[in-house]
């Protein structure tokens, strides 16, 4: 490698482009791969700009079929940084293109990597829902099926469907070999649902590859909900009538609908009124009451799944805990629950109980906890990194904190930065970065974003100030303040761009101005920005709590004093309801002569 090319950063993305499609395939690699870690070195000394990145510009003007040969060469853990790790997001027709012109050992490879933790399988079933199937038939050979189970997960039922009939016959029979191991009816009629989504002759196919419990199994799955007894009301109609029918009835209603939609509609109800039709179902039926308790909670791999050993599940969410806490389990029914659940299953669960009450099952079950540290701290090593603090007046320890983490793949350096606070002591205070004197309509922002984006320039900290955005630094020092963090997420240049990319119109989003704050803001008691966008939201009270949790809109209140309550969420248009839209559904509704569109934004309803 010659001293041009020794430091891939200081070149342009024509001259890396042209270097990479011309070099040696090796020595591209070589190349592209540094050019990886010498951002990830930026990014750690936080000297790369959003939407500077390079590697994003590479991988959207080379060859797709030149992209997947250098990517081939790469370490897996380089390759999903390369195609999902950026600040500038690539179009995910160019990541299908690229996966599947890659070596299918490798692109299984990445799936399987994708399909580790909360976000990267959300980013990678977007992808893997449009793959066509001569990328994924042979891709699938190698891909475990815990991978495939768990990216389905992200994906709604038909689209579940779609990828089903594209994997190959192999691989859809691990898939649902995988599913009904689970001895759960819930994943029976799971696997039900997406062999109906083959031909007869290769359903038929698939039925004979499988074992004969596993045949018993799914037919008991494929018999679920037959009868259902509310098929055409929505959700919320359901969870409506669960909570208010008397329990013998809304035990029955739940006994005979489909199980999916059971577990569905009992994450939503308040956890005394499941806990509360589950010991009434317990009383009937035990196995089923366990079956949708243990399905309740959403599951996420820990690690790369390997061959040779059990997929390392966790739970990523677990509302069945809830429900124990709520449940009397001195009555035999509870009783019979707990015994019906898989023990591994349990344990995962006891692990989000209170300590009095993984005492109060384990006293009822005659076992004793294990001892062993959580699941998820068995399969990461950590410790081998060092620690510094330090005490600041006023109510302040900063601990500084370098760690290796052992994350299978690979050994990943951590750090972090800590500030400890005495609530007693200190004031916490939340401040918009947006100065309201300034602050700019997109659709205003955007006439002067046009100039940027046709130079290929990105706005400097002048041209945000004129639209009314406030450096951190300056912040701190108009308050007077200790420290202060960037604690929200905003519309900024980059969702602009990426907006035109998508074929958006971000200035006719009506209300929205450039900076504004996507999460829910409260200052001082005072909400400035309402929770639209169904994100996370870290709240500190005045009495000195804090607590982490998403929030979401369940009604306005309009300027006549009408209180305003939501029909349903991101669902299409009927007559006579009222149906709210976040983020998750897209920026644009569909007109209909039978409704009128608002928006709501910045405290005002849009027309």
């Not at 500084?400 to 002591?425: M, T």
């Amino acid at each position: 490698m010659n001293d041009e090319a020794s430091r891939p950063t200081e070149l342009s993305v024509e001259q890396l482009t042209s270097l990479m499609s011309e070099s040696d395939v090796k020595r591209a690699a070589w190349l592209f791969g540094r050019l990886i870690e010498e951002e990830d070195e930026l990014v750690r000394a936080n000297l790369l700009k959003p939407y500077e990145d390079r590697v994003p510009q590479v991988l959207r003007v080379l060859p797709p079929a030149r992209a997947a040969a250098l990517l081939d060469l790469l370490p897996i853990g380089k390759v999903k940084r390369a195609l999902f790790g950026n600040y500038t997001r690539i179009p995910d027709d160019r990541l299908r293109a690229i996966i599947a012109a890659m070596a299918p050992e490798q692109g299984a490879r990445l799936l399987e990597a994708m399909s580790i933790g909360v976000d990267a399988p959300r980013e990678m079933a977007r992808v893997l829902a449009g793959l066509p199937q001569a990328a994924l038939v042979p891709l699938s050979q190698t891909l475990h099926p815990a991978a495939v189970i768990r990216l389905l997960t992200e994906l709604e039922p038909q689209e579940q469907q779609q990828v089903y009939v594209r994997l190959g016959e192999t691989a859809a029979v691990a898939v649902l070999e995988a599913l009904l191991a689970e001895e759960n009816l819930v994943y029976a009629a799971w696997a039900a649902h997406l062999l109906q989504a083959l031909e007869p002759s290769a359903r038929a196919a698939i039925e004979a590859r499988l074992g004969e419990n596993l045949r018993e199994m799914l037919a008991r799955g494929s018999a679920c909900g037959m009868v259902d007894p509310l098929p055409t009301q929505a959700l919320r109609e359901v969870r409506l009538f669960l909570e208010e029918a008397p329990p013998e009835t809304a035990v029955t209603v739940l006994r005979e609908m489909h199980p999916s939609r059971a577990v569905q509609t009992l994450r939503t109800i308040p956890a005394a009124r499941g806990a509360a039709l589950l010991q009434d179902l317990a009383a009937q039926d035990p196995d089923l009451a366990a079956d949708l308790l243990e399905a309740m909670n959403s599951r996420i791999l820990l690690r790369p799944p390997r061959a040779d050993t059990a997929p390392a599940w966790w739970l990523g969410d677990c509302p069945a805990a809830a429900i124990l806490e709520a449940m009397d389990l001195t009555q035999p029914a509870s009783q019979a629950l707990l015994r019906a659940l898989r023990p591994e299953q349990l344990e995962l669960i006891l692990q989000h109980l209170s300590p009095q009450r993984q005492a109060d099952i384990n006293g009822i079950l005659e076992t004793a906890q294990s001892g062993h540290l959580p699941f998820s701290l068995d399969v990461l090593a950590v410790g081998r990194g060092r620690r510094k603090s330090r005490r600041v007046d006023g109510g302040f320890r900063w601990v500084h904190i370098e760690e290796q983490l052992d994350v299978g793949a690979r050994v990943k350096p951590v750090i972090i930065d800590l500030l400890e606070i005495e609530l007693e002591q200190v004031r916490l205070e939340a401040w918009m970065a947006v100065d309201e004197k300034t602050a700019m309509p997109v659709s205003q922002a955007a006439e002067v974003f046009e100039e940027y984006r046709r130079t290929g320039r990105r706005p400097g900290g002048s041209a945000f100030a004129h639209m009314g955005l406030v450096q951190l630094s300056r912040a701190v020092e108009a308050a007077g303040a200790m420290a202060a963090i960037n604690g929200n997420f905003y519309f900024d240049y980059g969702h602009y761009i990426n907006g035109i990319t998508l074929g958006i119109d971000m200035a006719q989003v009506p209300g929205l101005f450039f900076g504004d704050p996507i999460g829910w803001f409260v200052s001082n008691g005072t909400e400035l920005i309402p929770p639209a966008f169904n994100r996370a939201a870290g709240v500190a009270t005045s009495q000195g709590g804090f607590y982490i949790d998403r929030v979401f809109m369940t009604d306005i209140t309009l300027p006549s004093g009408r209180r305003l309550r939501w029909d349903d969420l991101n669902r299409p248009k009927a007559p006579g309801r009222v149906i709210a839209y976040n983020s998750l559904f897209g920026y644009r509704t569909e007109r209909a002569d039978t409704h009128v569109d608002l928006a709501i934004a910045r405290g005002h309803i849009w027309a």
